[in-house]
């Protein structure tokens, strides 16, 4: 995928909106959540929040292995990662205090929870992911829009990295 000065070069315009937006509102649930969490703990919950929206290649070579067309329909049809949201905290039980905190909210559907924490993949990732989907209001239209959530500790995070970079690069 092309990227110039931060855009998306060949996502409809309007999807690259949606999914950002969906991408801000998580970003600032979890800060909210970090807030409450912290004020009730006297420390700091969330180490640190980052989002990103999929690649165009990377979804169409996703989509390709899962035998659909590369289409924008498709893509969220079948795909539940275009939008992506990161939480970092030290301690694992941090990870379960935010994601109760998630079951709360009401304008929030949690679709599926996969917990690779107490179910590590053969690999030894672990890492907890929650499927939601979030309401984006856009040109006086409502569409829920579907982010994953990966929580991880710090730790965690740095056994990723360090596998991604011995694994692909």
Not at 65 to 82: C, M, P, Q, R, T
Not at 120 to 147: A, C, D, E, F
Request: charged share 30%; net charge positive; with cysteine.
């Amino acid at each position: 995928m092309e990227k110039q000065k931060g855009k998306y070069t060949d996502y409809p315009i309007q999807q690259v909106l949606k999914w950002n937006a969906a991408k801000k509102l998580v970003i600032s649930r979890l800060e909210i959540i970090q807030d409450d969490l912290s004020a009730e703990s006297d420390r700091k919950i969330i180490q640190s929040i980052s989002g990103r929206i999929k690649s165009e290649q990377s979804v169409a070579a996703k989509l390709k292995k899962k035998g659909y067309h590369a289409s924008v329909f498709e893509a969220e049809e079948y795909l539940n990662d275009i939008v992506g949201v990161r939480a970092v905290c030290l301690f694992e039980d941090d990870l379960y205090r935010i994601l109760d905190a998630l079951l709360y909210s009401q304008d929030i559907r949690i679709v599926k929870i996969k917990d690779y924490i107490k179910n590590p993949k053969n690999s030894g990732y672990r890492s907890l992911h929650v499927i939601i989907k979030m309401p984006v209001v856009l040109m006086k239209k409502q569409q829920w829009v579907t982010v994953e959530i990966q929580f991880r500790t710090s730790a965690m995070d740095y056994w990723d990295e360090l596998d991604y970079q011995f694994s692909y690069k």
